[in-house]
């Protein structure tokens, strides 16, 4: 296996942990509490900047790899593809409630919940999907001198939580997960 697709799959299993913070705030909004809607949008905005910026359009030049030199799968390609895009739209939708919660809109939680559900379910299966089937699929086809052709091209920069954190834009994030994980 290949050195980004361990850091794929570490970034699935760190985020994981990130899900499973959202899941228990979204669970506090559903009860009728008010959670941390900073918090809420903190994470939203590291899954945009980090997935978004990082993790996926790195995921996409594999894909894009095997599309090149494997006749095969095609439909599971393109269904991983077009999930980045569909997460992408979901966590801004859901962030842009959030946001407008935060500021005084009047917003039906019910809505606002479902649209966290809904993101958070897809992120669930589509982590599921790349991790069963995708990845297998690209550790099988690609050579050695594809994945080093892949690694020259892909974004560089670190997890800012998992990495080298960035405290004053994830604090709160960064602050939370460290009390989850016992760090």
């Known amino acids: ?4 697709l361990d850091r794929l799959i570490e970034d699935h299993r760190r985020l994981e942990y990130v899900m499973d913070l959202l899941t228990a705030l979204l669970d506090r909004f559903r009860a009728g509490e008010e959670p941390d ?3 809420m949008c903190e994470v939203l905005e590291y899954m945009i900047d980090y997935s978004d910026q990082v993790h996926h359009p790195s995921e996409e030049l ?4 095997l599309f090149a030199v494997s006749g095969e799968n095609p439909d599971l390609l393109r269904r991983v593809m077009r999930q980045h895009e569909q997460l992408s739209q979901l966590n801004r939708r859901f962030r842009e409630s959030l946001e407008g919660i935060m500021h005084e809109e009047v917003l ?9 559900r809904e993101m958070l379910s897809l992120l669930r299966e589509h982590i599921e999907l790349e991790n069963t089937r995708a990845f297998p699929f690209a550790a099988a086809q690609l050579t050695a001198e ?3 052709d892949i690694e020259t091209r892909v974004p560089q920069a670190q997890d800012p939580v998992f990495g080298q954190a960035d405290p004053q834009r994830f604090r709160a994030l ?5 009390d989850q994980l016992g760090e």
Not at 108 to 116: A, H, N
Not at 174 to 178: D, E, I, N, Q, T
């Open 146 to 148: 594809d994945w080093a």
């Open 1 to 4: 296996m290949s050195a980004l």
């Open 108 to 116: 039906p939680r019910d809505e606002v919940e479902l649209q966290g």
């Open 62 to 65: 594999i894909f894009e790899r």
């Open 37 to 39: 809607y900073g918090l």
């Open 174 to 178: 960064y602050a939370r997960l460290k």
